[in-house]
């Protein structure tokens, strides 16, 4: 989830919010909170084919306005050039999604390798960090062309949040998806689950790896 405050970004009023996947991991997860927990007024999100049918049973009603079958059709034209106040880039097109976004937008990207602030997260060599730093600083200068602040995440692990997800649940707000559950001693299963997620083909929402099936069954 995103850090308390990360939202302000002097948006318009009922501002448009673009977020592919939106039936992924993490898209699912936002695509149905923008409107009741972030105000937001127009949510386009991207699905293939065979989750069209989908949506509407395993998201909130009324979540996005536009739905682009990515199969299909190119987001990239088929959404409203200069129209987008903030991408949430869960499938690494920030850079092929600047000329949807408005001047002073703002694109929050979760994939591909990490930028900015970020970077310093991960124990790299110099040499290593030194070439990141350079393919950041032209990222934010194409950015920054049509007035775009594009910035990395690295969500965090916080109790706080996984208890303010768990209200939004409890308020009929957001309704988890969870497309495939494996248990952890089935190693198979699980590294086929990660294998999927790490090439972008992972299942209906969230891959689950279930620690314990039941406690009192334990061999
Ligand atoms: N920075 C962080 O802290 C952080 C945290 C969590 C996740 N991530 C990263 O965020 C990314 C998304 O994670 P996730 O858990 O949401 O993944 P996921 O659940 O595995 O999402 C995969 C889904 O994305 C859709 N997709 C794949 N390629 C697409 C494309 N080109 N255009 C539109 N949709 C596409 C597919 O759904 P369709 O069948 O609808 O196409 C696929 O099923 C991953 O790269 C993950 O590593 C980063």
């Known amino acids: ?29 936002a695509v149905q909170l923008a409107k009741p927990v972030f ?7 991207t699905l293939s084919t065979e989750k069209l049918a989908k949506f509407d049973e395993l998201s909130a009603e009324g979540t996005a306005e536009q739905i682009i079958d990515h199969t299909k059709q190119d987001p990239a034209t088929a959404i409203e050039r200069n ?23 703002v694109i929050v990207t979760i994939t591909g390798l990490p930028f900015g602030d970020s970077l310093a997260k991960v124990p790299l060599p110099a040499l290593a960090r030194g070439a990141l730093g350079c393919m950041d600083a032209i990222k934010e200068w194409r950015a920054s062309r049509p007035g775009v ?27 988890p998806a969870v497309g495939r559950i494996v248990e952890f001693r089935r190693l198979e299963d699980v590294r086929g689950g990660c294998t999927d997620v790490f090439n972008g ?10 620690v314990i099936r039941d406690p009192t069954k334990l061999e």
């Open 83 to 105: 129209s987008v106040d903030f991408l949430l880039d869960t499938m690494i097109m920030a850079m092929a999604s600047l000329n949807l976004m408005k001047k002073d937008s």
């Open 39 to 45: 105000g937001v007024g127009k949510v386009i999100t």
């Open 149 to 175: 602040n594009i910035k990395f995440l690295f969500v965090e692990p916080s109790a706080e949040h996984l208890d303010r997800l768990r209200q939004w649940v409890n308020e009929g707000k957001l309704r």
């Open 201 to 210: 083909k992972g299942n209906v929402g969230k891959f689950v790896v279930e």
């Open 1 to 29: 989830m995103l850090p308390s405050g990360s939202l302000r970004v002097g948006w318009r009023i009922e501002p448009c919010i673009y977020i592919p996947g939106g039936l992924s991991g993490t898209g699912s997860i």
